[in-house]
């Protein structure tokens, strides 16, 4: 009975989530989101105005010192003591239950544990000041820092969508060139094991988090698309599926010629194709984990909705899975323990970098690396949806909560 409950309240949910109306106008949209035009009146693209021109590596750094300083003052109260390894177990305990559900063994999951346990207490060793102090560490970071900006620069950071230019982003692919160039020039200059595996990290993250930031904006703009009329974003029909269009063609891999010339001789139905056929994948996702949750609520846009989940109001993500082990919907939001997300998220960063001081084996660092990434890295980025939905119904707590656990420190978010 739970079961047919559920499925006929999951259909009327999908259903009125096509008709939902807003509570509020389109005026969160104009006020982040420029639509740009050439003098004759056409469309040329999508400005973010919240997002900065100006680029520099200090705000990443400054964050990771503060998190490992952080970190090891946790650690130098309770790691003796055993506390500080039981509080990590208790944050990835929840997982616990749900691994073995899926077919997981109790060997697994305590591997998976330890490989995060073992990782955040090589942090506590590191001399933070002196990594982060070190002449040749500031050098790697400037000279990135310039090769990085020039590359950005090619492609203006504040465009979203380009609707005049199939190739707009494609062919501007060019961040992870000097990636690799910053990544063979540490190496060269620092023969410190902490200070190098330190600098690789932030030079590696730093790129993610500048391409992350454009990603997670333009999830922001679909939300509009899909939940406003384009009339009052300022936009006729045929427009927004060139936006659309312009938003999934900026997310072909710089390998991928083929897919780039599929939008380009799509272009008018590329984007709509990609996001209702995203769409569809993400309802179906919601009606296979249907009877995990006690109710199936609001349909906030094409990657979301509210649910009740373990006695507890939830958002669940319906684009991206808990972790590679586990195969329902991640929890995006929890309105009953709002910080919980971001501690989690937190821990497993650091774990990241921890891990680089691990002794094992290359092969098995990345296996255990992609697993600990798998709890959040695209997670966080599909939450820009999220973002949207919250931030046009004027919900200033679930703005700044999601801000907090998308750990970006190259963007502002709010408009005042």
Same mark, same amino acid.
């Given at each position: ?15 009125? !989530? ?27 693209? %999508? ?17 990771? *010192? ?10 130098? *109260?309770?790691? $003796? ?16 239950? +749900?691994?073995? $559900?899926?077919?997981?063994?109790? #060997? ?27 002449? #040749?560490?500031?050098?790697?970071? !400037? ?9 950005? =620069? ?7 969508? &380009?609707?005049?230019d199939p190739t707009f982003f ?11 160039? #910053? ?11 902490? %200070? ?81 056929? &995203? ?12 009877? =995990? ?14 649910v009740t989940f373990n006695n ?11 972790? +590679? ?36 084996? $290359? !092969? ?48 502002? =978010?709010?408009?005042?």
């Amino acid at each position: 009975m739970k079961s047919i409950s559920l499925t006929v309240g999951l259909l009327c949910v999908l259903l009125l !989530s096509t008709t939902q109306a807003f509570a509020k106008s389109a005026d969160a949209f104009n006020k982040r989101f420029q639509v740009i035009r050439s003098e004759d009146g056409k469309l040329i693209g %999508i400005r973010d105005r919240t997002l900065p021109v100006k680029f520099e590596v200090a705000p990443y750094i400054a964050m990771v *010192k503060s998190q490992l300083v952080q970190e090891q003052s946790l650690q130098a *109260k309770t790691l $003796a003591s055993g506390e500080y390894e039981s509080q990590v177990r208790a944050v990835l305990d929840e997982d616990r239950e +749900m691994l073995l $559900a899926n077919g997981y063994t109790q #060997a697994d999951y305590d591997n998976y544990v330890q490989s995060v346990v073992d990782s955040l207490k090589q942090l506590a060793v590191v001399n933070v000041e002196g990594v982060f102090t070190n002449p #040749a560490f500031n050098e790697v970071v !400037s000279k990135y820092e310039g090769k990085l900006t020039d590359a950005i =620069l090619m492609l203006d950071p504040t465009i979203l969508a &380009n609707v005049q230019d199939p190739t707009f982003f494609y062919k501007r692919n060019v961040t992870y060139k000097a990636v690799s160039w #910053a990544l063979d020039f540490a190496r060269k200059r620092l023969s410190n094991i902490p %200070i190098l595996n330190t600098v690789s990290y932030i030079v590696v993250q730093v790129e993610k988090l500048i391409t992350e930031r454009r990603n997670f904006h333009q999830n922001m703009l679909l939300h509009y698309l899909e939940n406003f009329d384009e009339k009052e974003l300022g936009l006729t029909h045929d427009e927004v599926n060139m936006v659309w269009s312009s938003i999934y063609e900026s997310r072909i891999p710089w390998y991928a010629f083929w897919e780039s010339s599929a939008a380009k001789g799509n272009w008018m139905k590329y984007g709509v194709d990609n996001f209702y056929g &995203n769409f569809r994948a993400a309802t179906t996702s919601l009606t296979k984990a249907g009877t =995990l949750y006690t109710s199936v609520d609001e349909r906030m846009n094409f990657a979301f909705n509210k649910v009740t989940f373990n006695n507890e109001k939830v958002v669940v993500n319906l684009f991206d899975k808990e972790s +590679m082990l586990q195969n329902r919907p991640a929890v995006a939001f929890n309105y009953d323990r709002p910080t919980q997300i971001a501690r989690k998220r937190v821990m497993l960063t650091l774990a990241q970098l921890g891990l680089s001081f691990v002794p094992m084996s $290359a !092969s098995i660092k990345d296996t255990v690396g992609n697993f600990i990434k798998s709890y959040y890295a695209n997670q966080k980025i599909t939450e820009g949806a999220l973002y949207g939905y919250f931030e046009s119904m004027g919900e200033g707590d679930g703005m700044r909560q999601l801000k907090v656990q998308y750990m970006n420190p190259f963007d502002g =978010l709010t408009l005042q």
